[in-house]
Every structure is written in structure tokens, then in C-alpha cells.
């Protein structure tokens, strides 16, 4: 089975830096992605780890370290439309399912 | 590149009725899945499938679910007869290989 842990809601100020940490336990691992997800739209994808360390791309970046079973998703340089969940997601062996985390709500205020 | 399109986007049903969500998948990806959103659970996966085949429908809560996918452009999701707890959002989302998944705009129901 899997196991995903994210905290439930974090605040943040416009132009600063929150960071969103992502714990988990599976019984295979093959990749973990970050979704983010406005208030009544899809899912997008944001990010995929499959390795140790950290992929950046433009304001966000997300590590992984595999012994630990944690993740993080940084963002910096907060705007208002970062306002979401990001959720947390592990693919397991195979290229098969992805079983998501509940998501943490971000808000950020000015 | 129209994304992956389901419908309806919202339905309201009473309790008993069927219920079928349907969803045309992004064309050329070979994967395609069921999830269902709700606050307290989450992103559920329901079922998947892999080049028109069921793979895995542990996530199917009951018998009254059910899910199909005649060809590679067509899925439905049907639910008989619905119960005021299925109501959620439920998404449809779609993959080629190993690639990132790619989510329609999801159905909204509502079982009164």
C-alpha cells in the first residue's frame, strides 16, 4: 500500500518563499510528481523527481530524497495566483498508478 | 491539442437514478484513468486502463460502479443506482507511457 502525508493549509505573504514538504511509504516507487490545483479546475502538472536532489524550474523547484521517503516543493517570489493545493503524488513500480496525497491548501496574502 | 474532454460538467441526480460520466482521452495516449475528488478523501484512483484494457479497478468502491473503455477515444463511468455519497468530482485524466497525467475539467455530482 502507500501512504502520502502533506500538511492540510499554509499561509504565505506575497514575494516570499514557502516551502511544502511531502512524506511518504509505498511499497514501490517509481517517480513523485506535484499537481497543482486551482479551486474548481483540474489538476496540472508541475513537477516529477525520480532521482535524489532538486529539479528547478522558474519559481518553483522540488527535491526528493528516496531513503527518507520526502519531498519538498519551494516556491519563491509568491504571487496571488499561487493561491491553490499542491498535491503530491507517487507513482509506483511500472510506470503505473499515481496515488496522490490530500493536497495543501496555499494561500497567499498581500 | 483539445486536452482530455469529459461531460457532462455538472449533474444533479436524485437518489437511485443511473448515473454516466463519459470522457474522450488526449488521442495517442495509451493510458487513461478514473479518479473522484472529495474533501475529506482527496484524489482517489478509482480504475485505469492501459490501451483499452482494464488494469486495475481495486479503487471501484462497490458493485455500482462501473467503468468502460470501448476504444482508444472513449471512456464512461457509470454509477447505478447513485447514492447521495458519491457525490464529488470525479476526473477523468489521461497519459501516453510514462508521461506526466493530464486531467480533464472533471464532472461534478451531485445525488440528492
Known amino acids: 500500500g502507500q501512504n502520502i502525508d502533506q500538511p492540510t493549509e499554509m499561509t504565505a505573504t506575497e514575494g516570499a518563499i514557502v516551502q511544502i514538504n511531502c512524506t511518504y511509504q509505498t511499497s514501490g516507487f517509481n517517480g513523485l510528481f506535484w499537481y497543482q490545483q486551482h479551486a474548481g479546475e483540474a489538476p496540472t502538472f508541475l513537477s516529477y523527481?525520480?532521482?535524489?536532489g532538486l529539479e528547478e524550474k522558474g519559481r518553483f523547484s522540488s527535491f526528493l530524497s528516496r531513503s527518507k521517503g520526502y519531498s519538498y516543493l519551494l516556491l519563491k517570489e509568491l504571487q496571488m495566483k499561487d493561491s491553490a493545493s499542491y498535491l503530491c503524488?507517487?507513482?509506483?513500480?511500472?510506470?503505473?498508478?499515481?496515488?496522490f496525497g490530500t493536497g495543501t491548501r496555499l494561500l497567499v496574502s498581500p | 491539442d483539445a486536452g482530455v474532454i469529459q461531460s457532462p460538467r455538472h449533474e444533479v441526480t436524485e437518489m437511485g437514478q443511473e448515473v454516466t460520466l463519459r470522457c474522450k482521452p488526449i488521442s495517442g495516449h495509451d493510458y487513461l484513468f478514473w479518479y473522484r475528488q472529495t474533501m475529506m478523501r482527496g484524489l482517489e484512483l478509482l480504475i485505469y486502463?492501459?490501451?483499452?484494457?482494464?488494469?486495475?479497478d481495486s479503487g471501484m468502491p462497490e458493485d455500482r460502479f462501473s467503468a468502460k473503455m470501448p476504444n482508444a477515444s472513449f471512456s464512461t463511468l457509470k454509477i447505478q443506482p447513485s447514492e447521495p455519497r458519491d457525490s464529488a468530482v470525479y476526473f477523468c485524466a489521461s497519459r501516453k507511457g510514462g508521461s506526466p497525467l493530464h486531467f480533464g475539467n472533471g464532472t461534478r455530482l451531485t445525488v440528492t
Open positions: 523527481n525520480v532521482l535524489d
Open positions: 486502463f492501459n490501451n483499452n484494457v482494464p488494469i486495475d
Open positions: 503524488a507517487v507513482r509506483d513500480t511500472g510506470f503505473q498508478k499515481l496515488v
